[in-house]
């Protein structure tokens, strides 16, 4: 191809360039513009009005929330708001089905089955109709503020924006985050109350009794409190409320201190309602103020007991001090674990293959190992044999001895009772059975054997031997 034959194509390719991006693209632009069923920034929205079957509803933005300012004022649902907005502002116009529509009823637009107003930042106003749903396409007849147009959106777009009242109100019942609370205090489960509070990352029972708590239990506890959401509202329950709902006096008071200022949040927790087959109860964080309905398991969640709390680790130890592990069994199939080169591994295995994973998993179930209740506090007594255990841990270090573990069997089938202790604690904890399967290990467990290959018969040998063989001639 000549030189001048190359520049020829040169120039047309760049005219047609040109002409897409001049001609093309804004035409193309405009066509994805007017498919919009309404071309808005979601970020200048600030007032959303909803008239439908449900109910008229308006709702005003307030920075990052949105408030119900009519026709009660509260606080909104942000994510059932916003996924309005979502489903709007993405819509998009199927098709014009009629330019200038001699009559509006047969399409459902008069009157209009629902309305959406929504006002900008700067004060102007865009309104969308919707009527019926097509017979058939899952789709819905539309309008824009006064234009004669009839247009065709998805159904999902009408049917998102018909939500009532309980649907838009702001559903959480308690709003914390759970790193600020500082103290919790439960009331009604016993003659006094419950107090936890936070030391650090720890947690500690300062009443009715004295000592470490069990983290878990309470992280367990504020993340429920934090993720509880209302199912329905009483708003004429009064003050106080109707004796129905159980909650003058409450069944349990929960208080939590949350932030550097101390704010305290409440939630008193009531009777069930009237309809056992939905689980669910009334709770009020203000006396006098609406009453919410919420799952039942609030309540067991919440009425705890002092002791539920309290740390039942039956040995509290450092994994990093301990270099190794004796275990003596009753049954004589004890062993040995230790630590070599950072590793756990069996003592004296010799050339056979260690599961080094379960050796090390047996000394983190042995550091939480916890009780699912206490059996004494004064030390063992005759009826737990804990003087002749079924297993025992011996745990030492480079310092020596870190301490040891007792667990001893009592009973059968619905008598059975699993107790442990540590040496020099008068603390006797009993055990779930699932808890003590974790460190009730053999030898054999910590052991890779081959999985032995099946020896053919002398039978079966001959046999192919002689099938093997040469025919005689």
Not at 175 to 192: L, N, Y
Not at 210 to 233: I, M, P
Not at 320 to 336: A, C, L, M
Request: proline residues 6%.
């Amino acid at each position: 191809m000549s030189f001048r034959n190359t520049l020829i194509l040169a120039v047309i390719v760049a005219l047609f360039g040109v002409y897409l991006y001049n001609v093309e693209k804004p035409a193309m632009e405009r066509e994805a513009e007017q498919s919009k069923l309404l071309d808005i920034a979601r970020d200048k929205v600030t007032k959303l009005a909803i008239d439908s079957a449900k109910g008229k509803i308006e709702l005003t933005k307030a920075g990052d929330k949105w408030q119900i300012t009519a026709p009660p004022k509260g606080d909104a649902d942000v994510p059932t708001v916003e996924g309005i907005l979502g489903a709007v502002l993405g819509a998009e116009v199927k098709k014009t089905v009629d330019e200038k529509p001699g009559d509006l009823k047969p399409f459902g637009l008069d009157p209009p089955e629902t309305t959406l107003v929504l006002t900008l930042d700067g004060g102007e106003t865009r309104k969308l109709s919707f009527g019926k749903k097509t017979p058939i396409g899952g789709a819905a007849y539309a309008r824009r503020g006064d234009e004669p147009a009839v247009l065709l959106t998805t159904d999902s777009v009408r049917t998102g924006v018909q939500k009532d009242l309980t649907e838009l109100r702001d559903k959480t019942v308690l709003g914390f985050v759970d790193a600020d609370v500082k103290e919790i205090t439960i009331r009604g489960v016993e003659g006094a109350p419950t107090v936890l509070r936070k030391d650090g990352n720890d947690w500690s029972l300062v009443a009715p009794l004295s000592g470490k708590a069990d983290t878990a239990q309470v992280r367990s506890l504020l993340a429920s409190l934090h993720s509880l959401r209302a199912t329905a509202f009483v708003d004429d329950a009064g003050s106080p409320p109707d004796a129905k709902y159980l909650l003058t006096p409450p069944r349990v008071e929960l208080e939590l201190v949350v932030g550097a200022d101390g704010a305290k949040k409440t939630l008193r927790v009531g009777g069930a309602t009237a309809e056992p087959a939905k689980q669910e109860v009334y709770a009020q964080t203000t006396p006098g103020d609406t009453v919410y309905v919420v799952g039942s398991h609030i309540f067991s969640m919440v009425a705890k007991k002092a002791l539920d709390f309290r740390d039942k680790t039956v040995l509290a130890f450092d994994k990093d001090k301990v270099s190794s592990v004796v275990v003596e069994r009753s049954d004589g199939d004890g062993f040995t674990v230790e630590k070599k080169d950072g590793k756990w591994t069996l003592a004296d295995a010799g050339a056979a293959g260690v599961k080094e994973f379960i050796a090390a998993r047996l000394v983190d179930d042995l550091r939480d190992l916890k009780g699912v209740d206490l059996a004494s506090e004064s030390g063992p007594r005759p009826e737990f044999k804990l003087d002749q255990p079924t297993l025992t841990f011996k745990l030492a270090g480079d310092a020596g001895a870190v301490g040891t573990i007792r667990i001893a069997i009592v009973g059968e089938g619905g008598d059975k009772r699993i107790y442990a202790a540590a040496d020099g604690s008068q603390n006797v904890y009993l055990l779930q059975d699932y808890v003590l399967q974790r460190v009730d290990k053999k030898r054999a467990d910590l052991l890779n054997v081959p999985t032995p290959t099946p020896a053919s018969s002398p039978g079966a040998g001959a046999k192919a031997a002689a099938e093997a063989a040469p025919a005689p001639h």
